[in-house]
């Protein structure tokens, strides 16, 4: 790989959520801010809306990880899958809060013991926050079976509180007259948004950073100016095609990415088109020719 050519310690750019790569980046930064506040505040439900690919999952693990590290006040539950019957949904809640549940258990008694794990959790003063992750995928009637949970309050105060990550979609299915009274107990919502060009400079630069780069300049304004253009300033695009203009700039030799990495870069990543279509061959071509088809090989096994 790239690392030691380019002075790296670690891969900068890759799509898994790692917390340590965050960046407060002006969206996320308010996004972040706004689910502190909330939470502290105790309101029961918020949302966090964003494309694919807009870094809500990192967002998500930041959140979380800020939370767990305070155990004294807050209990979490993270459920990142939530394609759940109602019932599905209840018990992973109370798997993530320290129940022991049996499978077959009614409805009515999963959701006592439910209920007084939280009233025991309020006892001691803490505040269980429940994280869902993908909830645009979740089915009406576990949405609807969520509204149910938070429903559970004392004469003061919720006892559980619920953050929402989600695509667009999320706000077609609770403009659905069935699910207003859950529209209507979203207290504060987010929409997370694209970087701009200075954005993806920003963000570029701070995870080489991260990752152990303390040199010259690696992407030229140029290669941030068309990477910007390319990914439309989303990050997992950002990701993919700059990994890619790294392993293309390493393939020939060469210490900085300019404009042409990321135009081979752009060409073998789906979904993304350059502004002019008359550009480099192929990277697999050019990592065939350069560094051998064993190195091209692991590269197009790399493509998403």
């Given at each position: 790989m790239y690392l030691q050519h380019f002075g790296l310690k670690e891969l900068p750019l890759t799509l898994t959520p790692n917390t340590h790569f965050f960046l407060n980046m002006a969206s996320h930064h308010a996004a972040y801010n706004m689910l502190m506040v909330s939470i502290m505040n105790g309101e029961g439900f918020m949302k966090v809306v964003g494309e694919v690919g807009t870094g809500k999952t990192i967002l998500c693990r930041k959140v979380l990880n800020t939370l767990s590290e305070d155990e004294r006040n807050f209990e979490t539950a993270y459920i990142p899958n939530p394609i759940l019957s109602p019932k599905g949904l209840f018990l992973a809640f109370a798997e993530e809060i320290g129940l022991e549940t049996i499978p077959d258990i009614d409805h009515h008694s999963l959701l006592k013991e439910i209920t007084n794990r939280l009233a025991e959790r309020a006892v001691q003063g803490r505040k269980v926050v429940l994280f869902i992750d993908e909830a645009h995928a979740m089915p009406e009637e576990t949405l609807e079976a969520l509204r149910l949970l938070t429903n559970i309050e004392t004469e003061k105060a919720k006892l559980l509180q619920v953050i929402l990550f989600?695509?667009?979609?999320?706000?077609?299915?609770?403009?659905?007259?069935?699910?207003?009274?859950?529209?209507?107990?979203?207290?504060?919502?987010?929409?997370?948004?694209?970087?701009?060009?200075?954005?993806?400079?920003?963000?570029?630069?701070?995870?080489?950073?991260?990752?152990?780069?303390?040199?010259?300049?690696?992407?030229?304004?140029?290669?941030?100016?068309?990477?910007?253009?390319?990914?439309?300033?989303?990050?997992?695009?950002?990701?993919?095609?700059?990994?890619?203009?790294?392993?293309?700039?390493?393939?020939?030799?060469?210490?900085?990415?300019?404009?042409?990495?990321?135009?081979?870069?752009?060409?073998?990543?789906?979904?993304?088109?350059?502004?002019?279509?008359?550009?480099?061959?192929?990277?697999?071509?050019?990592?065939?020719?350069?560094?051998?088809?064993?190195?091209?090989?692991?590269?197009?096994g790399f493509k998403l």
């Open positions: 989600a695509q667009p979609e999320i706000d077609m299915i609770l403009n659905k007259t069935t699910l207003r009274q859950l529209r209507q107990r979203i207290t504060f919502s987010f929409t997370l948004v694209a970087l701009d060009r200075e954005g993806v400079d920003r963000y570029i630069n701070h995870r080489l950073a991260m990752a152990g780069h303390n040199g010259h300049a690696i992407f030229t304004k140029k290669s941030i100016d068309l990477l910007a253009i390319v990914s439309r300033g989303i990050p997992r695009l950002v990701n993919i095609i700059a990994h890619k203009a790294l392993m293309v700039a390493f393939g020939k030799g060469e210490r900085s990415v300019d404009e042409s990495h990321i135009r081979t870069a752009t060409l073998d990543t789906d979904g993304v088109e350059l502004p002019s279509k008359n550009y480099a061959p192929r990277i697999a071509a050019v990592l065939v020719a350069i560094i051998g088809s064993a190195a091209a090989f692991f590269f197009v």
